[in-house]
């Protein structure tokens, strides 16, 4: 188990040398000068060079990775181009919007999930079935952008129950900050609970159909008590891939939603940064989804070495 | 051949397809409207005889935008799962055939590098560094798809390098890339198909995403994303202009979705036989 | 009044007919051995009495448990039956335990689920049953999981949770037939005892009238969900009035008429041949573990002989069949074919492999499903350096379909078109047609039904003499390497314990393990055929 | 139903206390605006979106912009010009503080220009302070200030929000922590959401009417519509969807101002890239484009056709318009002339506002119709910079020029339209050392005639402002004379 976990752990440190390789060398062979766009229309070109100095653009590249990802280290991700505040905060003010937006989602689309699955699993072939999958196609073909836009359509501006966007900030109160991200974290879960939904369904049942099913009805349980003491830890494990996979999406796909609701997240801030040319703030909030992506999915490995006890063991 | 019509989901998946495909295939040769022409007088006209369903802040005819946006998503998404299928599949029948070596181990981490950027960020880093294009937003997808692909085939092909029948192949002497030729590229051929319409309805999602937000296709490109960009802050007085791109989206999405189930019940020999 | 009668039961299932009228009984402390092939409704008679059936399954007739009506009973006394009074042994023993729990938790829930105890009682319980089982706490905590255990060990556990609360029933559906012949004898063993034991009645499904000849009190043959001979077995034996149940009898002895003419020379020379394999414990930087499967092996196949080769799975078989088809290099040692290495300079050596040919087990897996017969059957001209055309390869093709006794329009059509013995004829075919030397047959019979099993051995002989061809016949069953084989190796753990003359080692085993072996195989009682 | 009930329940529960949050006193003003400053130094970026939360408001400067775009004393109460016009006398206010209490002496009025004239300046506007040839605080309240030629628009040049005046000791946290003199204090900063600000209870003039002020950056039209609809915000100032403006007219919640903004808005075109090199091609440019279809489909009818590049609401500006009537008939005959009869295929880049997107499509569509297709670009505006105006590869681009008075770009050869007529430059030097109203007044509509003659851009027009507030809110400016959103005389009407 150790022994394994460490493996583990060596191939996640090397898969973030290497994805900050590639974000570091993507970004770098951008077109645009951070200084030009920092200084405007009339700026000169003395006043540029000043500038350029300032930000540390002038050093080789290998100097420059080697400054930024020593840097990522230490928690050190540089000061922003245009901000000139540690970027490291700006991160970290972000995420207190993205990260519980996230996994307000994820909880959102779990709550939806696990028992639209279970009640559609157990009820197969009904119309209970026919109906729960019939709404998760169309929870799954629904852009969920284009439903954050109806969702805004309805219940901010007509109906005024929430506001259209912005954040309260979480020291307006738990309460107001968590009804700012409410229509936000619907649209995310949307798709996501769809998908859930599904898994969760066909995971059942394929469990269900299991030869220790079929044992554990000789022994004298009922379908429900073989479903819930039997089928549905087993049915967890691929719902658990699943789950990982997906909290990926939800960072990645709240880039956009923040942007309808204009919610001050890491994805507003990379639309920004990209605008503005301040590169070290979009290769620094790429590599700390990637590292999220990354981390989350090892997570899950290790999370299945305690559901699973055959990797407990074999591994 | 009747049996196609009687599975729940292949019938309403290849009607709502083929309905946007061949609005994409007459799109090319006739639209009600010229999207390329501008009628600023006739702008934000609701849905009505001559328009049927309405017009946009130009005045152009909505129906004849979905039309033309038809083209662009489905040419994007299509392009997208054909990078990810040329690039991924060889890629996964490659690693499949040295399962456990040095190249299985270097595709398959490959494989995750790429996982570990959702679809979403690629483009960032593409728009980032080329700018937003149609192309990037097809790249973006098509890198996306690749280790779809390739873990799809590399998964399904492991299962038939056990089978037999491989083994058959080997003693009359056939090498690892001619019996992946022959015999696991056939036999994942159903997977691949299936596969390649829930990548190809995910690829219109994307589209519309990435143009949603100005990172797939430019004007004048028509483009269901980017319509929905522009109607958002007309919704509340033409809500038409924000509606039918919306539904566009979800139909054809939804039908590739049905498509995809439907073909997977049909292709799926064990299905079928307990069908028969 | 028996413990158990079924009274011209009947089921459907969505209509389709599945049993007709089938009528048996078992006795408590009698064993009834329920013998049928694939299809002929069997198991589906024993998920019957438990009625754990697939939805849209009717049942008409009449099933009696201890007095009770089943089909009457409403599923809350079903479920208070199952278990309690009638516990159930499946087939697979690997699936038939859920991975995530104990096998102490699984044993004790039977108890738990049936009766007002504390967890704690039920764990003392559970420890029993396990015991009884002859899985000593010692050795088998508890606290073990599943995927712990090797597949006769699963088979005891869910035996264990079949006989925790001493039911008066057990159904054991096909026991042994996922193990080896070794555990295959302990676990009926297993099974005879716990009848005499609880004076349960036992209903024992088998395919494989061997198995259930030693075993069974009474029998019931079943053949397309009829009961076709019911009665006591030692009478049955000797006196089968059904033709099914005469043939099957016929087929299950079988022995195929061979002249065997073999040479002197040899034809494949295997010395000393060691096979290593590497096993990647994670990735291809990790700690890379060796295992051993076949160690310091030499025999010879002596030209037009039939040698045969037993041992249970995992005992190098075939490991060593590839390392002789040349698809995988040896570590050690040699193999010559005529005189000529199988494998040279890290290749397989073309001149050698075209004149050897291989048959697999898997009637269903041997065949690539998007091909036509042509195509299959032509595939081994791939190694000929001037492979056939047109109609020379079409007339070949349809010579060797011809010499397995299939017709010339079979060409054109795909493999799921035909049975498991067919299939099997066509394997045979893809061997033939490049007019080996060695034919390899690796399992080839083993997952036919006794009567296909007859007919294709009969068409391996008759081959054999046609085509003097050479055998290597690799096998777990016994009985069938006994019936087509001159001489016999014994394999173990990567080595060969015994070798010799088919009747001499099987009759006069020498090593521990030959005689082990010897004596597990079920055999059908003297003189029943 | 029970699920329904419970879900009512937890909105009207997540209402109430939003309610509450968002309940603001008669004082406070939650004002937004499309674009957040990159940071908070109005000396050192061109980022208008500093000074639109920061001018006037936090900073001064001597002189200062009225709502009208008149120069006004600023924190100098008075000063005299000598005879030569080359030195510039100011007298300050008595008992000015910053906000950190220190007082504003001529010290630091000599450190703000310095600063922003010096070598190593980062002001973004460097070329105003080019004139001066030295900055001399003679007593704490005395600035003179000596200028190398005379100057006519000093005064006006220092009202910028470049030249607003800061304290040497506070310089380095600036960009976070801006320390100005005005009346209102800096108080908190939420990146990508808001700035607050908050009175400042000893301001040396009239005291501000609100105590506490939220700068709200909503960059997205939509969110813009859904926050001003759902009054989350009080007022939306530079509102970016045109469209929604009739809504808010017709809604009694709300007041409209239209104003209008130093901004014009033209098809800048590349002078030196074949065949836009060729006047008659400018000139067939110019004829294809119906300004009028272009300000009701871009702009939903708000904005002023320009002819030239000037402001029409300066006295001194001259409607051009006839020039460049669409007639498409004569923008292909003089294609024909120009030997392109076939038309021609150029580049349009354009940048994010919605003004040049949807500007740009319409102009394609009409350049379509005479026989030139256009390529379409959109980037950001970074890459906007970089390929445009650095880097002068295009063809056409669509941008509001917003700084006022800034016909002298016309005189800069090098400058991204690569118009270079020596002719223009020498007007325009004669302009610079003019001090003569009549006189100036002759030579820009002269300046403003040459360039509409040569069709050095397409003139399209002048970007409106469109500020929606609340009803009740008064003292909004209306105009945009220079990027500020003073609030230093907005209050709430009972």
Same mark, same amino acid.
């Given at each position: 188990?150790?022994? %394994?976990?460490?493996?583990?752990?060596?191939?996640?440190?090397?898969?973030?040398?290497?994805?900050?390789?590639?974000?570091?060398?993507?970004?770098?062979?951008?077109?645009?000068?951070?200084?030009? %766009?920092?200084?405007?229309?009339?700026?000169?070109?003395?006043?540029?060079?000043?500038?350029?100095?300032?930000?540390?653009?002038?050093?080789?590249?290998?100097?420059?990775?080697?400054?930024?990802?020593?840097?990522?280290?230490?928690?050190?991700?540089?000061?922003?181009?245009?901000?000139?505040?540690?970027?490291?905060?700006?991160?970290?003010?972000?995420?207190?919007?993205?990260?519980?937006?996230?996994? /307000?989602?994820?909880?959102?689309?779990?709550?939806?999930?696990?028992?639209?699955?279970?009640?559609?699993?157990?009820?197969?072939?009904?119309?209970?079935?026919?109906?729960?999958?019939?709404?998760?196609?169309?929870?799954?073909?629904?852009?969920?952008?284009?439903?954050?836009?109806?969702?805004?359509?309805?219940?901010?501006?007509?109906?005024?129950?929430?506001?259209?966007?912005?954040?309260?900030?979480?020291?307006?109160?738990?309460?107001?900050?968590?009804?700012?991200?409410?229509?936000?974290?619907?649209?995310?879960?949307?798709?996501?609970?769809?998908?859930?939904?599904?898994?969760?369904?066909?995971?059942?049942?394929?469990?269900?159909? *299991?030869?220790?099913?079929?044992?554990?009805?000789?022994?004298?349980?009922?379908?429900?008590?073989?479903?819930?003491?039997?089928?549905?830890?087993?049915?967890?494990?691929?719902?658990?891939?699943?789950?990982?996979?997906?909290?990926?999406?939800?960072?990645?796909?709240?880039?956009?939603?923040?942007?309808?609701?204009?919610?001050?997240?890491?994805?507003?801030?990379?639309?920004?940064?990209?605008?503005?040319?301040?590169?070290?703030?979009?290769?620094?909030?790429?590599?700390?989804?990637?590292?999220?992506?990354?981390?989350?999915?090892?997570?899950?490995?290790?999370?299945?070495?305690?559901?699973?006890?055959?990797?407990?063991?074999?591994? | 051949?009747?049996?196609?019509?009687?599975?729940?989901?292949?019938?309403?998946?290849?009607?709502?397809?083929?309905?946007?495909?061949?609005?994409?295939?007459?799109?090319?040769?006739?639209?009600?409207?010229?999207?390329?022409?501008?009628?600023?007088?006739?702008?934000?006209?609701?849905?009505?005889?001559?328009?049927?369903?309405?017009?946009?802040?130009?005045?152009?005819?909505?129906?004849?935008?979905?039309?033309?946006?038809?083209?662009?998503?489905?040419?994007?998404?299509?392009?997208?799962?054909?990078?990810?299928?040329?690039?991924?599949?060889?890629?996964?029948?490659?690693?499949?055939?040295?399962?456990?070596?040095?190249?299985?181990?270097?595709?398959?981490?490959?494989?995750?590098?790429?996982?570990?950027?959702?679809?979403?960020?690629?483009?960032?880093?593409?728009?980032?560094?080329?700018?937003?294009?149609?192309?990037?937003?097809?790249?973006?997808?098509?890198?996306?798809?690749?280790?779809?692909?390739?873990?799809?085939?590399?998964?399904?092909?492991?299962?038939?390098?056990?089978?037999?029948?491989?083994?058959?192949?080997?003693?009359?002497?056939?090498?690892?890339?001619?019996?992946?030729?022959?015999?696991?590229?056939?036999?994942?051929?159903?997977?691949?198909?299936?596969?390649?319409?829930?990548?190809?309805?995910?690829?219109?999602?994307?589209?519309?995403?990435?143009?949603?937000?100005?990172?797939?296709?430019?004007?004048?490109?028509?483009?269901?994303?980017?319509?929905?960009?522009?109607?958002?802050?007309?919704?509340?007085?033409?809500?038409?202009?924000?509606?039918?791109?919306?539904?566009?989206?979800?139909?054809?999405?939804?039908?590739?979705?049905?498509?995809?189930?439907?073909?997977?019940?049909?292709?799926?020999? !064990?299905?079928?036989?307990?069908?028969? | 009044?028996?413990?158990?009668?079924?009274?011209?039961?009947?089921?459907?299932?969505?209509?389709?007919?599945?049993?007709?009228?089938?009528?048996?009984?078992?006795?408590?402390?009698?064993?009834?051995?329920?013998?049928?092939?694939?299809?002929?409704?069997?198991?589906?008679?024993?998920?019957?009495?438990?009625?754990?059936?697939?939805?849209?399954?009717?049942?008409?007739? &009449?099933?009696?448990?201890?007095?009770?009506?089943?089909?009457?009973?409403?599923?809350?006394?079903?479920?208070?039956?199952?278990?309690? =009074?009638?516990?159930?042994?499946?087939?697979?023993?690997?699936?038939?335990?859920?991975?995530?729990?104990?096998?102490?938790?699984?044993?004790? =829930?039977?108890?738990?689920?049936?009766?007002?105890?504390?967890?704690?009682?039920?764990?003392?319980?559970?420890?029993?049953?396990?015991?009884?089982?002859?899985?000593?706490?010692?050795?088998?905590?508890?606290?073990? /999981?599943?995927?712990?255990?090797?597949?006769?060990?699963?088979?005891?556990?869910?035996?264990?949770?079949?006989?925790?609360?001493?039911?008066?029933?057990?159904?054991?559906?096909?026991?042994?037939?996922?193990?080896?012949?070794?555990?295959?004898?302990?676990?009926?063993?297993?099974?005879?005892?716990?009848?005499?034991?609880?004076?349960?009645?036992?209903?024992?499904?088998?395919?494989?009238?061997?198995?259930?000849?030693?075993?069974?009190?009474?029998?019931?043959?079943?053949?397309?969900?009829?009961?076709?001979?019911?009665?006591?077995?030692?009478?049955?034996?000797?006196?089968?009035?059904?033709?099914?149940?005469?043939?099957?009898?016929?087929?299950?002895?079988?022995?195929?008429?061979?002249?065997?003419?073999?040479?002197?020379?040899?034809?494949?020379?295997?010395?000393?041949?060691?096979?290593?394999?590497?096993?990647?414990?994670?990735?291809?930087?990790?700690?890379?573990?060796?295992?051993?499967?076949?160690?310091?092996?030499?025999?010879?196949?002596?030209?037009?002989?039939?040698?045969?080769?037993?041992?249970?799975?995992?005992?190098?078989?075939?490991?060593?069949?590839?390392?002789?088809?040349?698809?995988?290099?040896?570590?050690?040692?040699?193999?010559?074919?005529?005189?000529?290495?199988?494998?040279?300079?890290?290749?397989?050596?073309?001149?050698?492999?075209?004149?050897?040919?291989?048959?697999?087990?898997?009637?269903?897996?041997?065949?690539?499903?998007?091909?036509?017969?042509?195509?299959?059957?032509?595939?081994?001209?791939?190694?000929?350096?001037?492979?056939?055309?047109?109609?020379?390869?079409?007339?070949?093709?349809?010579?060797?379909?011809?010499?397995?006794?299939?017709?010339?329009?079979?060409?054109?059509?795909?493999?799921?078109?035909?049975?498991?013995?067919?299939?099997?004829?066509?394997?045979?075919?893809?061997?033939?047609?490049?007019?080996?030397?060695?034919?390899?047959?690796?399992?080839?019979?083993?997952?036919?039904?006794?009567?296909?099993?007859?007919?294709?051995?009969?068409?391996?002989?008759?081959?054999?003499?046609?085509?003097?061809?050479?055998?290597?016949?690799?096998?777990?069953?016994?009985?069938?390497?006994?019936?087509?084989?001159?001489?016999?190796?014994?394999?173990?753990?990567?080595?060969?314990?015994?070798?010799?003359?088919?009747?001499?080692?099987?009759?006069?085993? &020498?090593?521990?393990?030959?005689?082990?072996?010897?004596?597990?195989?079920?055999?059908?009682?003297?003189?029943?055929? | 139903?029970?699920?329904?009930?419970?879900?009512?329940?937890?909105?009207?529960?997540?209402?109430?206390?939003?309610?509450?949050?968002?309940?603001?006193?008669?004082?406070?003003?939650?004002?937004?605006?499309?674009?957040?400053?990159?940071?908070?130094?109005?000396?050192?970026?061109?980022?208008?979106?500093?000074?639109?939360?920061?001018?006037? &408001?936090?900073?001064?400067?001597?002189?200062?912009?009225?709502?009208?775009?008149?120069?006004?004393?600023?924190?100098?109460?008075?000063?005299?010009?000598?005879?030569?016009?080359?030195?510039?006398?100011?007298?300050?206010?008595?008992?000015?503080?910053?906000?950190?209490?220190?007082?504003?002496?001529?010290?630091?009025?000599?450190?703000?220009?310095?600063?922003?004239?010096?070598?190593?300046?980062?002001?973004?506007?460097?070329?105003?302070?080019?004139?001066?040839?030295?900055?001399?605080?003679?007593?704490?309240?005395?600035?003179?200030?000596?200028? !190398?030629?005379?100057?006519?628009?000093?005064?006006?040049?220092?009202?910028?929000?470049?030249?607003?005046?800061?304290?040497?000791?506070?310089?380095?946290?600036?960009?976070? +922590?801006?320390?100005?003199?005005?009346?209102?204090?800096?108080?908190?900063?939420?990146?990508?959401?808001?700035?607050?600000?908050?009175?400042?209870?000893?301001?040396?003039?009239?005291?501000?009417?609100?105590?506490?002020?939220?700068? !709200?950056?909503?960059?997205?039209?939509?969110?813009?519509?859904?926050?001003?609809?759902?009054?989350?915000?009080?007022?939306?100032?530079?509102?970016?969807?045109?469209?929604?403006?009739?809504?808010?007219?017709?809604?009694?919640?709300?007041?409209?101002?239209?104003?209008?903004?130093?901004?014009?808005?033209?098809?800048?075109?590349?002078?030196?890239?074949?065949?836009?090199?060729?006047?008659?091609?400018?000139?067939?440019?110019?004829?294809?484009?119906?300004?009028?279809?272009?300000?009701?489909?871009?702009?939903?009818?708000?904005?002023?056709?320009?002819?030239?590049?000037?402001?029409?609401?300066?006295?001194? /500006?001259?409607?051009?318009?006839?020039?460049?009537?669409?007639?498409? *008939?004569?923008?292909?005959?003089?294609?024909?002339?120009?030997?392109?009869?076939?038309?021609?295929?150029?580049?349009? +880049?354009?940048?994010?506002?919605?003004?040049?997107?949807?500007?740009? *499509?319409?102009?394609?569509?009409?350049?379509?119709?005479?026989?030139?297709?256009?390529?379409?670009?959109?980037?950001?505006?970074?890459?906007?910079? =970089?390929?445009?105006?650095?880097?002068?590869?295009?063809?056409?681009?669509?941008?509001?020029?917003?700084?006022?008075?800034?016909?002298?770009? /016309?005189?800069?050869?090098?400058?991204?339209?690569? %118009?270079?007529?020596?002719?223009?430059?020498?007007?325009?030097?004669?302009?610079?050392?003019?001090?003569?109203?009549?006189?100036?007044?002759?030579?820009?509509?002269?300046?403003?005639?040459?360039?509409?003659?040569?069709?050095?851009?397409?003139?399209?027009?002048?970007?409106?402002?469109?500020?929606?507030?609340?009803? +009740?809110?008064?003292?909004?400016?209306?105009?945009?004379?220079?990027?500020?959103?003073?609030?230093?005389?907005?209050?709430?009407?009972?």
């Amino acid at each position: 188990m150790l022994r %394994y976990f460490l493996k583990r752990l060596l191939s996640l440190a090397l898969s973030l040398v290497a994805a900050s390789v590639v974000i570091f060398l993507a970004l770098e062979v951008v077109p645009g000068d951070p200084a030009a %766009y920092m200084l405007g229309l009339n700026a000169q070109e003395d006043t540029l060079n000043a500038l350029r100095e300032q930000l540390g653009l002038n050093g080789t590249i290998l100097e420059r990775y080697l400054s930024w990802a020593g840097g990522l280290l230490t928690g050190d991700f540089g000061i922003s181009y245009t901000y000139r505040t540690p970027v490291s905060e700006m991160i970290g003010d972000r995420l207190w919007v993205s990260l519980p937006l996230a996994l /307000y989602a994820l909880t959102l689309s779990t709550l939806i999930a696990f028992p639209a699955g279970i009640w559609a699993a157990s009820r197969r072939g009904s119309y209970v079935d026919t109906g729960v999958m019939g709404a998760t196609q169309l929870g799954v073909a629904i852009p969920n952008f284009w439903f954050a836009m109806l969702m805004v359509l309805v219940f901010a501006i007509n109906l005024r129950w929430f506001s259209a966007g912005g954040f309260a900030g979480w020291e307006a109160g738990f309460l107001a900050g968590m009804k700012s991200l409410t229509l936000p974290a619907i649209a995310l879960a949307l798709p996501q609970a769809s998908i859930l939904t599904r898994v969760m369904r066909s995971s059942l049942l394929d469990t269900l159909s *299991e030869d220790f099913i079929r044992t554990a009805r000789a022994k004298g349980l009922t379908r429900a008590q073989a479903m819930w003491r039997h089928a549905l830890r087993n049915a967890l494990i691929p719902v658990l891939t699943i789950m990982g996979l997906q909290f990926s999406f939800l960072l990645a796909g709240a880039i956009i939603i923040e942007n309808v609701f204009y919610l001050p997240g890491l994805g507003r801030l990379v639309f920004q940064a990209i605008s503005a040319r301040d590169l070290i703030v979009v290769e620094s909030v790429v590599m700390l989804l990637v590292f999220a992506v990354i981390v989350v999915n090892f997570a899950v490995d290790l999370a299945y070495a305690l559901v699973d006890p055959r990797l407990r063991r074999r591994r | 051949m009747s049996l196609l019509f009687y599975n729940r989901s292949f019938l309403p998946g290849i009607i709502l397809t083929t309905v946007f495909a061949a609005a994409a295939l007459i799109s090319l040769v006739w639209v009600p409207y010229d999207t390329t022409i501008l009628n600023i007088a006739e702008k934000l006209k609701p849905p009505n005889l001559a328009h049927p369903l309405g017009t946009d802040q130009f005045g152009r005819d909505i129906l004849s935008m979905i039309m033309v946006g038809a083209r662009t998503s489905i040419a994007v998404a299509l392009v997208a799962v054909g990078i990810g299928m040329i690039a991924g599949v060889p890629l996964g029948l490659a690693a499949a055939a040295r399962k456990g070596g040095l190249l299985d181990e270097v595709i398959m981490r490959m494989n995750d590098l790429v996982f570990a950027f959702p679809s979403l960020l690629i483009a960032v880093m593409i728009t980032a560094v080329f700018g937003a294009s149609a192309l990037n937003a097809i790249i973006a997808i098509g890198i996306f798809n690749i280790p779809v692909f390739a873990r799809l085939t590399r998964g399904a092909a492991l299962t038939l390098w056990n089978r037999e029948y491989i083994l058959a192949a080997r003693v009359a002497g056939k090498g690892q890339a001619r019996i992946s030729v022959e015999h696991i590229l056939p036999n994942v051929a159903n997977l691949l198909i299936v596969q390649g319409t829930i990548q190809f309805s995910l690829g219109i999602l994307a589209e519309a995403g990435l143009s949603y937000v100005g990172l797939g296709a430019q004007p004048p490109t028509a483009s269901w994303g980017r319509m929905l960009a522009d109607s958002q802050t007309m919704i509340s007085f033409a809500p038409h202009l924000a509606l039918f791109p919306g539904l566009a989206i979800l139909l054809t999405v939804l039908g590739l979705n049905l498509l995809g189930d439907g073909l997977r019940d049909l292709l799926d020999p !064990k299905l079928r036989r307990a069908r028969t | 009044m028996s413990l158990l009668g079924i009274d011209r039961l009947s089921l459907k299932i969505h209509g389709t007919p599945i049993l007709k009228d089938v009528s048996f009984a078992v006795d408590p402390g009698r064993i009834l051995g329920v013998i049928g092939e694939s299809g002929s409704g069997k198991s589906m008679t024993a998920f019957s009495v438990l009625q754990l059936l697939p939805n849209g399954a009717e049942c008409t007739g &009449n099933i009696s448990l201890a007095g009770k009506d089943i089909l009457t009973c409403s599923e809350t006394e079903l479920c208070s039956i199952r278990g309690r =009074e009638v516990g159930m042994v499946f087939q697979e023993p690997m699936t038939a335990l859920n991975p995530l729990q104990t096998i102490g938790a699984q044993v004790a =829930e039977t108890i738990l689920v049936h009766e007002n105890v504390s967890k704690a009682e039920a764990m003392t319980r559970a420890a029993k049953a396990l015991q009884r089982a002859e899985l000593p706490q010692e050795k088998f905590p508890l606290s073990r /999981y599943p995927h712990e255990l090797s597949g006769g060990q699963r088979q005891r556990v869910v035996i264990a949770m079949a006989i925790a609360l001493r039911p008066k029933l057990l159904i054991a559906d096909e026991p042994t037939t996922a193990l080896d012949v070794t555990t295959q004898a302990q676990i009926l063993d297993l099974l005879k005892r716990l009848v005499a034991e609880d004076d349960m009645g036992l209903m024992l499904i088998s395919h494989d009238l061997a198995v259930v000849a030693d075993l069974a009190d009474d029998l019931v043959i079943m053949q397309q969900g009829e009961v076709v001979e019911n009665g006591p077995a030692r009478s049955l034996f000797g006196a089968m009035q059904h033709p099914y149940s005469r043939a099957l009898l016929e087929a299950s002895s079988h022995v195929p008429d061979r002249l065997g003419e073999a040479h002197k020379t040899s034809l494949l020379q295997v010395r000393n041949v060691v096979r290593d394999y590497q096993q990647h414990v994670h990735g291809w930087w990790g700690a890379t573990t060796h295992f051993r499967a076949v160690n310091d092996v030499s025999f010879d196949i002596r030209r037009g002989e039939s040698l045969g080769l037993v041992g249970e799975s995992g005992c190098g078989k075939s490991t060593l069949t590839r390392a002789i088809l040349g698809l995988e290099e040896v570590q050690g040692g040699e193999i010559l074919f005529d005189g000529q290495p199988v494998f040279t300079h890290h290749h397989a050596n073309k001149d050698v492999r075209r004149r050897m040919q291989v048959v697999f087990q898997d009637p269903y897996g041997s065949f690539n499903p998007r091909w036509r017969v042509e195509k299959l059957v032509s595939e081994p001209f791939h190694l000929l350096q001037t492979p056939l055309h047109g109609h020379e390869r079409e007339n070949a093709v349809v010579e060797a379909l011809e010499s397995v006794g299939l017709g010339a329009e079979d060409r054109h059509k795909y493999i799921h078109e035909f049975s498991g013995g067919q299939r099997q004829r066509i394997a045979i075919a893809r061997a033939l047609i490049i007019k080996p030397d060695l034919i390899i047959l690796d399992e080839a019979v083993s997952a036919l039904d006794v009567s296909v099993r007859a007919q294709v051995l009969d068409l391996l002989a008759d081959l054999g003499d046609r085509f003097n061809l050479t055998y290597l016949f690799i096998s777990h069953d016994l009985s069938v390497v006994r019936s087509i084989t001159d001489r016999v190796l014994v394999m173990k753990a990567g080595e060969i314990v015994e070798g010799g003359p088919t009747d001499a080692v099987f009759d006069h085993p &020498n090593h521990d393990y030959t005689k082990q072996l010897v004596a597990a195989a079920p055999v059908l009682p003297v003189g029943a055929a | 139903m029970r699920l329904t009930k419970l879900g009512s329940g937890l909105i009207s529960v997540l209402a109430l206390a939003a309610g509450i949050s968002m309940a603001h006193a008669k004082s406070d003003i939650v004002v937004a605006m499309q674009l957040e400053p990159p940071h908070l130094d109005p000396t050192s970026a061109a980022a208008g979106a500093i000074d639109s939360v920061l001018y006037s &408001n936090v900073f001064e400067g001597l002189t200062r912009f009225g709502p009208d775009g008149s120069v006004n004393p600023g924190l100098a109460e008075s000063w005299s010009i000598s005879e030569d016009g080359k030195t510039y006398t100011f007298k300050l206010h008595e008992g000015v503080k910053f906000h950190d209490g220190s007082d504003l002496t001529a010290e630091d009025v000599k450190f703000s220009l310095d600063r922003a004239r010096g070598e190593d300046s980062a002001n973004a506007q460097k070329a105003l302070f080019a004139g001066i040839e030295s900055v001399e605080a003679v007593d704490p309240t005395t600035v003179k200030v000596a200028l !190398k030629e005379p100057n006519g628009s000093l005064l006006f040049n220092l009202a910028w929000g470049d030249a607003v005046i800061v304290a040497p000791e506070t310089i380095a946290d600036i960009k976070s +922590k801006p320390i100005g003199t005005g009346a209102f204090k800096f108080s908190n900063w939420v990146q990508g959401d808001r700035i607050d600000l908050e009175k400042n209870a000893d301001y040396w003039g009239t005291p501000a009417k609100l105590d506490n002020v939220t700068f !709200k950056f909503i960059s997205d039209p939509t969110a813009a519509f859904a926050a001003v609809m759902a009054e989350d915000v009080n007022a939306f100032v530079g509102f970016p969807a045109p469209e929604n403006l009739p809504q808010f007219e017709a809604d009694p919640r709300f007041q409209v101002l239209v104003g209008s903004t130093e901004g014009e808005t033209i098809l800048s075109t590349n002078n030196k890239q074949p065949p836009l090199d060729n006047p008659k091609v400018r000139k067939a440019i110019a004829h294809a484009i119906d300004r009028q279809a272009i300000i009701d489909g871009a702009m939903f009818g708000y904005g002023t056709p320009i002819g030239t590049h000037f402001a029409p609401h300066n006295p001194d /500006y001259v409607d051009l318009t006839g020039l460049s009537m669409y007639d498409p *008939e004569l923008s292909k005959e003089l294609l024909a002339e120009a030997g392109l009869a076939d038309g021609f295929t150029t580049t349009l +880049k354009l940048p994010p506002p919605s003004y040049a997107r949807r500007g740009g *499509e319409i102009i394609a569509s009409q350049l379509r119709a005479v026989g030139i297709e256009t390529e379409i670009s959109n980037l950001e505006w970074a890459q906007w910079l =970089e390929q445009v105006f650095k880097g002068k590869d295009f063809g056409l681009t669509i941008v509001s020029h917003t700084e006022p008075m800034d016909i002298g770009i /016309y005189a800069r050869p090098d400058y991204y339209f690569n %118009y270079d007529n020596p002719a223009f430059k020498e007007l325009f030097e004669k302009l610079t050392v003019e001090n003569d109203p009549d006189k100036r007044s002759e030579l820009l509509k002269e300046a403003q005639k040459m360039i509409s003659e040569d069709y050095v851009n397409g003139y399209l027009f002048q970007l409106a402002f469109p500020t929606v507030a609340n009803a +009740k809110i008064m003292g909004l400016w209306k105009n945009q004379p220079t990027q500020a959103t003073d609030l230093t005389a907005v209050y709430w009407e009972d």
